[in-house]
T-cell receptor, first 118, second 111 residues
Framework: GAVVSQHPSWVICKSGTSVKIECRSL??????MFWYRQFPKQSLMLMAT?????????EQGVEKDKFLINHASLTLSTLTVTSAHPEDSSFYIC??????????????FGPGTRLTVL | DAKTTQPTSMDCAEGRAANLPCNHS???????VYWYRQIHSQGPQYIIH???NNETNEMASLIITEDRKSSTLILPHATLRDTAVYYC????????????FGKGTSLLVTP
């Protein structure tokens, strides 16, 4: 149990295009989802916190108009990178926290999405 | 959240126990100790967490000192697949708070 999926697992796009990444909790309902970004040889850095049905809270330095987050249901959150540029190339990872049982106090992570912007 | 200190890297022979230490001397009474690991190019994987008592699950054991200022994650029989970066994270609760991944310990399990 407590499985989180991400789609796609990797994507290559041209500069200026938009890319949508999906994060799904497969066997539990997630009230809160987090989006992280990881550059090569660095640790994960939080980008935003997303609560179902409300606007996401972005970390300082993360442009909310560039990284659009939608958490429309208890099992799905999406991150859209708008007008992507090469410096947005990174490993994007989501995590989800459930509403009950062992998912209540533990974050479970997706496998990550590798974005390469040419 | 309390800061943590972990060794940068460790080696362990396959089949032996891997003991990964973590110092969290400023931990407060209601903060939990969580351990995650990240295998290269994958998302972090939850391992175990605890408050005061030692904990054990199918993956590992967590030993927390009585004063709670340090803890040790034990992988009882390390395998090559346990090679990863291990993160010790202290926070009030995992439910509504993002995780502050420090640098972690890079564990290399060798044949």
């Amino acid at each position: 149990g407590a499985v989180v999926s991400q789609h796609p697992s990797w994507v290559i796009c041209k500069s200026g295009t938009s890319v949508k990444i999906e994060c799904r909790s497969l066997d539990f309902q997630a009230t809160t989802m987090f989006w992280y970004r990881q550059f090569p040889k660095q640790s994960l850095m939080l980008m935003a916190t997303s609560n179902e049905g409300s606007k996401a809270t972005y970390e300082q330095g993360v442009e909310k108009d560039k990284f659009l987050i939608n958490h429309a249901s208890l099992t799905l959150s999406t991150l859209t990178v708008t007008s992507a540029h090469p410096e947005d190339s990174s490993f994007y990872i989501c995590s989800a926290v459930g509403t009950s049982g062992r998912t209540w106090d533990t974050q479970y992570f997706g496998p990550g999405t590798r974005l390469t912007v040419l | 959240d309390a800061k943590t200190t972990q060794p940068t890297s460790m080696d362990c022979a396959e089949g032996r126990a891997a003991n990964l230490p973590c110092n969290h001397s400023t931990i407060s009474g209601n903060e939990y100790v969580y351990w995650y690991r990240q295998i290269h190019s994958q998302g972090p994987q939850y391992i175990i967490h605890g408050l005061k008592n030692n904990e054990t699950n199918e993956m590992a054991s967590l030993i927390i000192t009585e004063d709670r200022k340090s803890s040790t994650l034990i992988l009882p029989h390390a395998t090559l697949r346990d090679t990863a970066v291990y993160y010790c994270i202290v926070l009030l609760t995992n439910s509504g708070y993002a995780l502050n991944f420090g640098k972690g310990t890079s564990l290399l399990v060798t044949p």
